[in-house]
């Protein structure tokens, strides 16, 4: 994978307490999420290594490799 989406989803709450002053809460998540691809023209870099995604398509096309959706997302934090 050479990049990915991302983004940070929350609710912020704020509550006063017996005295007015807010007591404030956060709760967020985490998410991400790339299709692993072989688009002609793009690459990756790995260390020393150039690999430029035609040759990772022509593998997907003989059957070596499988492109794929990638998803994830964290628990909500508070």
């Known amino acids: 994978m050479g990049g990915?989406?991302?983004?940070?989803?929350?609710?912020?709450?704020?509550?006063?307490?017996?005295?007015?002053?807010?007591?404030?809460?956060?709760?967020?998540?985490?998410n991400v999420w790339d299709r692993y691809n072989g688009d002609e023209g793009k690459g990756v870099k790995v260390g020393p290594l150039d690999i430029p995604d035609g040759q990772m398509a022509k593998l997907h096309r003989v059957g070596y490799a499988q492109e794929f959706d990638m998803?994830?997302?964290?628990?909500?934090?508070?």
């Open 71 to 78: 998803a994830g997302s964290s628990d909500v934090q508070h």
């Open 4 to 30: 990915a989406n991302s983004n940070i989803t929350g609710v912020v709450t704020a509550v006063p307490d017996a005295d007015g002053n807010p007591k404030v809460g956060i709760d967020y998540q985490a």
